[in-house]
């Protein structure tokens, strides 16, 4: 690492190491700022309220730090930039440096490369730490407030989309897309359905209904286990051409319900995959304005840590002003692009859920503005 970063060449380093300090204080200051206010005054009201313990208080507000952490990453790389930048041009040295031939462009390099490498840890940390510390932090609330597990207990309802066959008059089938199985169980215990209800329409020339008064998942043999149920095969006059009660039976059905069931983790307890297998099991049942909000969320998951390099792409321009810029009006300048820029994010966000943009449009778009501005302030300042 010590050989690394002496390779980098003198003025780079210098660059970087003005921007280290301004970088861990926007950390440090943002971390206070926005976990006590979505954090800490939740957490006291529930203390007074709910009776909360505060050793539990404590683990909660611990599990939840990494989460906001990560958040201050793109704000202090925002804040470092401007900032740094500032000392250099109010104290001449970036006069100095275009004096020995240095161009604009070329002094931002440091800031992009430093932002770049922010934008992985921001991956990382949301991929690696942050799923799991926010979903220890909500089973920590639950168990601290004597809240059951968080998952879906009435009235599950899964649709199973595929390829049907269809009679043809001469005997043969012929293969067409749509609802082959809906899947409904009428309550959930964590472990246990009940009230289950399997229609099959795989084949129209032989429908299956299933009735069950309990039902569970083998993960052994990955399949499902109906008890005490009949079964009623149905003819394509309507009439039923056979009907047969168990006391038990074995069926090879998609463990989605199941999953569908026990899913009640939000976008922010999951990683990119587990977000992503989660939407095909949504999309299976058939809810496309709930698929289409996960997407958005999704997407934002890889839109999200390069809004360091957005931010950086603004920051540099304006520390690059002739104007001296001080430590408090650097801070101010940095919380409104934050506050603008996050308003937008807002904004596309709600047009993406409800399907005036696209899933990827939604979620890039802040960053795109962000740095087209970032570049156009640039040229200014070279020309």
């Not at 500032?86 to 440091?110: K, N, Q």
């Not at 058939?286 to 934002?300: I, K, W, Y």
Request: charged share 15%; glycine share 8%; with cysteine.
């Amino acid at each position: 690492m010590v050989s690394l970063w002496r390779s980098v060449g003198l003025m780079d380093r210098y660059i970087i190491s003005e921007m280290a300090l301004p970088f861990l204080f926007g950390v440090g200051a943002f971390t206070a700022l926005v976990m006590a206010v979505g954090s800490l005054f939740e957490l006291v009201g529930l203390v007074v309220e709910a009776g909360l313990s505060i050793p539990a208080a404590l683990q909660v507000f611990a599990f939840r730090a990494p989460g906001i952490i990560v958040l201050t990453f793109p704000m202090s790389m925002l804040l470092a930039t401007l900032l740094a930048y500032g000392r250099l041009s109010s104290d001449s040295e970036i006069t100095a440096m275009r004096g020995c031939g240095v161009s604009l462009y070329r002094l931002v390099v440091p800031a992009l490369t430093l932002s770049l490498l922010v934008t992985g840890l921001t991956f990382l940390f949301n991929e690696l730490v942050v799923p799991n510390s926010n979903r220890q932090a909500a089973i920590t609330l639950d168990r601290a407030l004597n809240r059951d597990p968080d998952f879906r207990r009435e009235n599950i309802l899964y649709q199973e989309f595929g390829e049907i066959l269809s009679p043809e008059g001469d005997g043969s089938f012929s293969r067409r897309q749509g609802l082959t199985r809906q899947f409904y169980a009428r309550s959930f215990d964590g472990n246990l359905m009940r009230g289950i209800v399997v229609l099959d329409f795989s084949n129209e020339a032989l429908n299956q209904i299933l009735l069950a008064q309990r039902g569970s998942w083998d993960p052994r043999n990955n399949l499902w286990v109906f008890e005490e149920g009949t079964n009623y095969i149905v003819s394509p006059d309507g009439t039923y051409s056979n009907i047969a009660t168990f006391g038990r039976q074995e069926l090879r059905l998609s463990r989605a319900p199941l999953d569908l069931a026990q899913e009640a983790r939000s976008p922010e307890e999951m990683n990119i995959q587990e977000l992503s297998r989660y939407i095909e099991v949504i999309a299976s049942s058939g809810d496309l304005q709930r698929v289409r909000r996960l997407q958005v969320s999704l997407n934002q998951k890889y839109a999200i840590p390069f809004v360091c390099l957005a931010f950086t792409l603004i920051g540099a321009p304006l520390g690059l002003r002739p104007q001296r810029t001080s430590s408090s009006l650097g801070l101010g300048i940095s919380v409104l692009i934050i506050f603008a820029f996050y308003v937008l994010l807002f904004i596309t966000q709600a047009l993406g859920q409800i399907g005036t943009l696209g899933p990827a449009v939604a979620a890039w778009l802040p960053n795109l503005i962000c740095a087209a501005v970032g570049l156009g302030l640039l040229y200014r300042a070279n020309r």
